[in-house]
Each structure stands twice: as structure tokens, then as C-alpha cells.
Nanobody, 115 residues
Framework: QVQLVESGGGLVQAGGSLGLSCAAS????????MGWYRQAPGKQRELVAR???????NYADSVKGRFTISRDNAKNTMYLQMNSLKPEDTAVYYC?????????WGKGTLVTVSS
């Protein structure tokens, strides 16, 4: 059974930092394209960052230079380091694993950035 479990969300002041983790079981993160999405209240879910199985990364323009996605294959875990957080980063953050037509989602972790 595939499970993705996010952790690390919480409340932080604007300008602060948080690190999110996505622990995977039932799949090997090394062979999947992995990513982080977020959904703010009243808004559509949007891609934040992703890392391919080959290690290439890309980011939403809104987080470039502030967020860093990484993956530890030995720990079967993906990370999102978020720096210089802004109130508009407030959202539920979800991790996703994609291979072909198969998508697996975590249940999300809430990040709240206060001004």
C-alpha cells in the first residue's frame, strides 16, 4: 500500500522558515517524479516545486529563490525547505508522487504565515 505522509507544517511569522517532509512507503521515491502542491483557501491547488527521477527540479515563479525541493533516496523522503515566507504562502501543502499515469497524494500539512 502506497502512503505519503507530510509533516513539518505549522505557524510562522513572515520572513521565517519552515521545512516540510514527505515520507513515502510502498514506493521508492528515487524512481518517481515527486512534487509539492499547495492549496490556499478558496483557490485551486497549484504546483509549488517538483523533482524528477533524474534529479531535475523546477519551481513556481512565486517561490523561486525562496523554496528548495530535495530528496533523500536512502530515507525514501522528499523535502521542501521554505525560506523568506510570506503570508501568501499560507496553504495546505501536499506531496505527490507520479510515475506514468499513476499519481499518489499525501493528505497535506497546513502552513500558516502570519504578517
Amino acid at each position: 500500500q502506497v502512503q505519503l505522509v507530510e509533516s513539518g507544517g505549522g505557524l510562522v511569522q513572515a520572513g521565517g522558515s519552515l521545512g516540510l517532509s514527505c515520507a513515502a512507503s510502498g514506493i521508492a521515491v528515487s524512481i518517481y517524479s515527486m512534487g509539492w502542491y499547495r492549496q490556499a483557501p478558496g483557490k485551486q491547488r497549484e504546483l509549488v516545486a517538483r523533482v524528477t527521477s533524474g534529479g531535475s527540479t523546477n519551481y513556481a515563479d512565486s517561490v523561486k529563490g525562496r523554496f528548495t525541493i530535495s530528496r533523500d533516496n536512502a530515507k525514501n523522503t522528499m523535502y521542501l525547505q521554505m525560506n523568506s515566507l510570506k503570508p501568501e504562502d499560507t496553504a495546505v501543502y501536499y506531496c505527490i508522487a507520479v510515475v506514468g499515469v499513476m499519481n499518489y497524494w499525501g493528505k497535506g500539512t497546513l502552513v500558516t504565515v502570519s504578517s
